[in-house]
């Protein structure tokens, strides 16, 4: 059964760091987009960033440009999100998902991420 | 903020039918393929819908996908108190999410 699961939330000071992990099992990792979709409490879904099968192509929401990047290994089947100078608007829960036919056909149980003084 | 629109909320009683529209442009939803998601509290989304109107295996035939020009509707028939969540249309236009339904049943 295909399986993500998405970890290295936490509570972080505004302008600090936070890693994101994804590990993904029973499928080839390696053939597959990969996202990451966030959650603000009580809000809507927000997609902020997707990588390439190599990783050679990555794409970001504009809010997260120059601050959040996105990367794989697929020897690990494992997807990233180094996120820096966090802001309190960047409070939510990370999910990430796997893209497949136009759409995110699996999904983590999703991480989350608190940015508070 | 999203740049597709949902009503916030539809109810309707057990065994009757809702509809959820999601209206977008010409830029999203009319150059692009729609997805239906359907999110219980505390939990992940789930894909209800890809491709406009096709279902992933496991998903019952009471959930419905199309699209017409800028909008997109999923429909639900035979409403159960199973089906109380939120659902959230998507389209790729870099990927963008709509606002988000209640469904309540009544």
């Known amino acids: 059964e295909v399986q993500l699961v998405d970890s290295g939330g936490g509570l972080v000071q505004p302008g600090g760091s936070l890693r994101l992990s994804c590990e993904a099992s029973a499928f080839t990792f390696s053939q597959y987009w990969m996202s990451w979709v966030r959650q603000a409490p009580g809000k809507g879904l927000e997609w902020v960033a997707n990588i390439k099968p190599d990783g050679s192509d990555k794409n970001y929401v504009d809010s997260v440009k120059g601050r959040f990047t996105i990367s794989r290994d697929n020897a690990k089947n494992s997807l990233y999100l180094q996120m820096n100078s966090l802001r309190v608007e960047d409070t939510a829960v990370y999910y990430c998902?796997?893209?497949?036919?136009?759409?995110?056909?699996?999904w983590g149980q999703g991480t989350l991420v608190t940015v508070s003084s | 903020q999203s740049v597709l629109t949902q009503p916030p909320s539809v109810s309707a009683a057990p065994g009757q039918m809702v509809t959820i529209s999601c209206s977008g442009s010409s830029s999203n939803i009319g150059n692009s393929h729609v997805s239906w998601y359907q999110q219980f509290p505390g939990t992940a989304p789930k894909l209800l819908i890809y491709?406009?109107?096709k279902r992933p295996s496991g998903i019952p035939d009471r959930f419905s996908g199309s699209k017409s020009g800028t909008s997109a509707t999923l429909g639900i028939t035979g409403l159960q108190t199973g089906d109380e969540a939120d659902y959230y249309c998507?389209?790729?236009?870099?990927?963008?999410f709509g606002t988000g339904t209640k469904v309540t049943v009544l």
């Open positions: 998902g796997r893209e497949s036919a136009w759409a995110f056909d699996y």
């Open positions: 491709d406009n109107n």
């Open positions: 998507g389209t790729w236009n870099g990927m963008v």
